[in-house]
């Protein structure tokens, strides 16, 4: 009977694994659509993100659609990353396991469009903007010495890695209603995939249990998110240096079409061996909340220095799953599990004078909105950046970010390190 009921367990559980993507043990898993804020433009990554108020490429068509008033010229840009993400996980004090991803992946494409306008200016702008990124793999190695857990007292080696992202395909526009004052909005849709692979052997090499040798799981989650939403901005020039940004990005209902596979193998101390795999799909939604955004820029020294910071709040409680992914998980899953987070990116640019070159320095931080686990510190970046223009017309940046965060949940901590490489190229006439 005992044996009956450990099988039926460990069969049961790796349900979890087919919405979320799986870790060692039973406890409540991420959601990996939610935050993961990647960034955008190796302007705007160079300053730390700090762009609500500054808004003058294509980018801000993400960041602040008001902003696009303020380009003159046709704008034709691109840019592309690179990221490197390294995870070192300890189980129970155990030995530690290393593991790294790297990734390079589009980071934006589009262009924007001026028109004449009675007053001030009026632009139009079309393109892609890819701000979530999934790319990670995590290995798990050592014996769980917890009580309670599906693994405790076996010896664990996992490995789960993901990869994929979501990317907004957006039409908008900015215009100035008065002279001091931009208004902008665009309509974005949502759209990307993530593939979640979970390969986990937990063997009883003390003899915990007096029949089962081995547990093996393999499961993949193949997930494809499509969304509609929009977002509205505001840029105020409150005087001649300090200029005042704000942002409004509006809920989003992400469709989720998830489709799984799992096997699971167990062995017997008596050579006898269960196998037992599954497949299937499920469709949901993924309500996410209203995103509010403000920011200030500052220019000193003949406008040759700018300074900005920039506030973003969400309320991650205010998520919801319609319908629930899978029976196990609670309908106030996020308001248990979440918290509101308040984003925080500050940069500098000095624009060097008689060469056209810019430099640049950022802090940002974002929040982990996953409140299931113990955080020991948050995901900090510092940001470097380097900007040319060539004949005021072909402009080339290029920034470096580096951030590190830990966190850890029953027996497992987990200590990753980022590093993400934006290089960007923009063409005005």
């Known amino acids: 009977m005992r044996r009956l009921m450990r099988i039926t367990i460990a069969l049961a559980m790796m349900f979890t694994g087919f919405v979320f993507g799986s870790r060692v043990g039973v406890a409540q898993v991420e959601e990996i659509a939610i935050g993961h804020t990647f960034g955008l433009g190796a302007r705007t990554m160079g300053m730390g993100g700090a762009f609500l108020a500054v808004a003058d490429d294509f980018t801000t068509l993400y960041w602040n659609p008001a902003g696009l008033a303020q380009i003159r010229k046709f704008e034709l840009f691109g840019s592309l990353s690179h990221s490197k993400q390294d995870v070192e996980t300890e189980l129970t004090g155990d030995r530690a396991a290393a593991a790294e991803r790297s990734q390079t992946r589009p980071n934006s494409i589009g262009l924007v469009y001026p028109l004449s306008a009675t007053r001030g200016g009026f632009a139009l702008a079309l393109g892609y903007n890819r701000p979530q990124n999934f790319d990670s793999e995590i290995i798990v190695k050592g014996l769980d010495t917890s009580s309670g857990l599906l693994f405790s007292g076996l010896e664990v080696d996992e490995t789960t890695s993901n990869s994929g992202g979501i990317g907004i395909w957006s039409f908008g526009a900015g215009v100035f209603i008065s002279d001091s004052i931009l208004l902008g909005g665009s309509i974005d849709f949502w759209h990307g995939s993530s593939f979640n692979e979970l ?74 061996e269960i196998v037992e795999g599954d497949s299937g799909s499920i469709l949901f939604d993924i309500e996410r909340p209203f995103e509010f955004g403000g920011g200030v820029a500052i220019k000193l020294l003949e406008k040759r220095l700018t300074l900005a910071g920039d506030a973003q709040f969400t309320d991650w409680t205010q998520t919801e799953y319609d319908p629930q992914p899978a029976d196990d998980i609670p309908q106030n899953n996020f308001d248990r599990y979440y918290d509101s987070t308040i984003q925080i990116r500050v940069g500098a640019e000095y624009r060097i004078p008689g060469i056209e070159t810019s430099v640049r320095v950022g802090y940002f931080r974002d929040p982990i909105p996953f409140q299931d686990k113990e955080i020991e510190n948050d995901r900090d970046f510092l940001t470097v950046g380097v900007g040319k223009v060539f004949d005021q017309i072909i402009k080339f940046d290029i920034a470096y970010m580096r951030g590190s965060w830990k966190q850890s949940s029953s027996s497992l901590t987990e200590s990753q390190t980022a590093n993400r490489v934006f290089v960007s190229a923009g063409y005005r006439y």
Not at 211 to 221: A, G, S
Not at 235 to 264: K, S, Y
């Open 199 to 272: 390969n986990s052997m937990a063997a009883d090499i003390n003899n915990v249990d007096e029949e089962i040798e081995r547990f093996t799981f393999h499961d993949t989650v193949d997930r494809e998110y499509t969304g509609l939403s929009g977002r509205v901005g505001m840029l105020a020039f409150a005087g001649e240096n300090v200029t005042l940004g704000g942002t409004v990005t509006l809920p989003v209902g992400l469709e989720v079409d998830a489709r799984w596979e799992q096997q699971t193998v167990v062995n017997l101390d008596n050579a006898e």
